[in-house]
């Protein structure tokens, strides 16, 4: 048969005896289809376990339904690509996927036993049914310092009661076999005061027995103090509300309004959009495209009677002029939280080195407004300062290891913490704050050195030496001191501790695509 394929002209893939040879000696080939395998035999064996799988696989990561696999062109599908393969229904199609994530759930348990210690993030809400649900997601580096995100529990949950969440949350960590917790961010609401307590007792591995476990939701706070400020400015943002709802509340207004945009020139390609009330970032998107057809809303206002009688008739009209100044200045003011908050909510890149850079941004921002001849916007930052102390007014009200993550950013180290802190708290504190988290720093680095090993060098004697310094030149004597003064300085390095090592070095530039974990 092998003889016959090589000169066989109706074989679709003709090889010469030598391939059969080299893929029984190598292994099997490639599949037909690979860019690299050109008119080569495929030497495919066929699993259905296998195919099962992989469709399992196929149904989580594109969300189809397990009625995909009863589907007529799908069944013609698998028929044309392996006839052997029978298609299971969808009963079947469910139990793989169960049985698949058991297997990749075996797989996570494997990786949480050699990593190091696991930030969590805990979040709870109530549907539109008035459910309650709660997702808690692990944050983590491997062995190869890549960040990793992964959901380990989304639930049901019967109340939103601090007790009932640090069990369930316990419980999700026991059956992960998760018995190291580095930090757990939570929004602000006091029934997560009483959960961070619960963990605190009842959950081992922390450091510190958990004293520096609770870290608040930066964006969740960001939140509460936008809100605050966003009152005092409530009429003109009102008015754009309601002239984006009318254009959007059908397809003819809205061609009118296009029509409008046409006759202005206005070269944007985005749609007016809508809000929601309670998300502030929703609605600085809303002023951000509304304010750049503010052209086209006034002409609207000209051309389209209906439009000036539906604003009038659920508020006092359409926006007027000042309304769109002040809309341009809010949306300057809001740009800073809202990038603060974009920044701060990647899940994939690392955050906690930015934390404090961005709070102490904002707090300057919040500052000079606050000095603003602009009544409504000193107003407003006055307001905002208010809250924003209310959480991080103070070293007291913020958890230190974030002033941690800023020193073990090889950019920053000790120099932007007595930067931002003489310009926030004054030059009187700054010793005192600055030796506080020295302090734990090294409590931190001792601690670690007891689990995985000291590394504060080994100790140095000198070496003897076999020539007397007396029976040699002033040449030979100048290079002999050399020597040793260089000795001296590689001792010192060698007796001193990686941290102290790491602080005395000069810190990194400031490069666009720095990577802390790879360095």
């Known amino acids: 048969m092998l003889q016959h394929l090589g000169t066989c002209k109706q074989h679709p893939h003709r090889i010469r005896l030598t391939d059969q040879q080299n893929m029984s000696r190598d292994g099997p080939l490639k599949g037909v289809g690979d860019s690299d395998v050109n008119n080569s035999a495929n030497a495919h064996k066929f699993d259905s376990e296998t195919v099962r799988m992989a469709i399992a696989e196929m149904i989580i990561c594109d969300e189809l339904p397990f009625r995909i696999v009863e589907a007529q062109g799908f069944r013609k599908v698998c028929r044309s690509l392996e006839p052997r393969f029978q298609v299971p229904s969808r009963t079947t199609a469910a139990r793989d996927c169960i049985k698949l994530f058991k297997m990749e759930k075996e797989k996570l348990r494997q990786i949480f036993k050699t990593v190091g210690r696991v ?5 709870t809400w109530t549907s539109i049914q008035n459910l309650n649900y709660m997702c808690l997601t692990a944050h983590f580096i491997d062995s190869n310092w890549k960040l990793h995100k992964r959901i380990l529990n989304f639930c049901m949950i019967p109340n939103h009661k601090g007790e009932t969440i640090g069990k369930c949350v316990d419980s999700c960590l026991q059956d992960w076999g998760i018995d190291k917790i580095f930090t757990v961010i939570v929004d602000n609401a006091s029934s997560n005061d009483v959960a961070i307590e619960y963990l605190r007792k009842f959950v081992g591995g922390h450091l510190f027995e958990g004293k520096y476990i609770h870290i608040r939701c930066c964006a969740h706070i960001m939140n509460l103090i936008v ?16 002239a984006v709802r009318y254009v959007r509340s059908s397809p003819a207004r809205m061609e009118k309004f296009k029509k409008c945009i046409e006759k202005e020139k206005i070269d944007c390609t985005k749609l007016v959009c809508l809000d929601v009330s309670t998300r502030w970032n929703s609605t600085y998107l809303m002023l951000e495209v509304a304010e750049t057809y503010k052209k086209p809303f006034l002409r609207l206002e000209k051309d389209d009677d209906s439009f000036v009688r539906y604003c ?13 100044e002040r809309v341009r200045v809010l949306i300057k003011f809001l740009k800073i939280f809202y990038d603060a908050t974009v920044r701060l909510s990647g899940s994939l890149y690392v955050t906690s080195n930015a934390y404090f850079q961005e709070l102490c941004g904002i ?17 407003m930052a006055e307001n905002m300062k208010i809250k924003y102390d209310k ?19 090889p950019r920053c180290k000790f120099s932007l913490l007595h930067f931002w802190f003489k310009k926030i708290y004054g030059g009187n504190l700054v010793e005192e704050m600055i030796a506080i988290v020295k302090h734990l ?27 007397d310094p007396t029976m040699v030149d002033s040449d030979s004597q100048q290079s002999f001191w050399i020597e040793y003064e260089q ?5 010192n390095l060698m007796n001193k501790s990686e941290i102290d090592q790491y602080l005395e070095h000069g810190c990194e530039a400031r490069a666009p695509n720095f990577d802390i974990l790879d360095w």
């Open 119 to 123: 930030s969590l993030t805990n979040d």
């Open 227 to 242: 809100n605050d400020g966003l009152r005092d400015c409530d009429d003109s943002i009102t008015r754009v509300r309601n």
């Open 312 to 324: 009038r008739s659920v508020n006092l009209g359409p926006p007027n002029s000042n309304n769109w």
């Open 363 to 379: 707090q300057s921002h919040l500052s000079k407004m606050s000095q603003s001849n602009d009544a409504v916007l000193k107003c």
């Open 391 to 409: 959480y991080w007014g103070s070293i007291e009200k913020t958890n230190l290891m974030i002033f941690i993550a800023v020193v073990l950013d």
């Open 441 to 467: 720093m090294m409590d931190i680095y001792w601690e670690y050195s007891i689990v995985y090993g000291s590394s504060s060098g080994v100790s140095y004697s000198e070496p003897p030496s076999s020539v």
């Open 487 to 491: 000795e001296i300085i590689e001792s």
